[in-house]
């Protein structure tokens, strides 16, 4: 169990160094047996995200098509927020421990635009 936990935080670690705001590992130990993070996979519908975590706390639509959903993670009272975003045919294309804002934010930095 030792081995991978400290595996799943190396390998997070190292993909969230990749954008200005990195995520916190310890937010996928913490959340990863939600049904959004456990069972949402990039090329999901729309649909069928909605059909397992219910309707987003907000819905926004991005500047060069698709939209993201915001919904919040609650466990033990801490909450946390998490999107999905869905590309232009309504598929999932991204997911993690942020807000749409944050995404786009972080997005934005990093291409330099």
């Known amino acids: 169990m030792y081995k991978q936990t400290l595996a799943i935080l190396l390998a997070s670690a190292t993909l969230a160094a990749c954008g200005s705001r990195p995520e916190n590992p310890v937010d996928y130990v913490t959340y990863r047996d939600e049904p959004l993070v ?24 991005l500047p060069h098509g698709g939209t993201c959903n915001d919904y919040i993670l609650n466990r033990d009272g801490h909450q946390q927020p998490y999107y999905v975003r869905f590309d232009a045919t309504g598929h999932v294309d991204a997911k993690g421990f942020k807000t749409c804002k944050q995404r786009e934010e972080d997005k934005e930095a990093v291409s330099g635009t």
């Open 38 to 61: 456990k069972q949402v996979e990039n090329g999901m519908t729309m649909q069928k995200v909605i059909a397992i975590g219910g309707s987003p706390s907000m819905v926004i639509d």
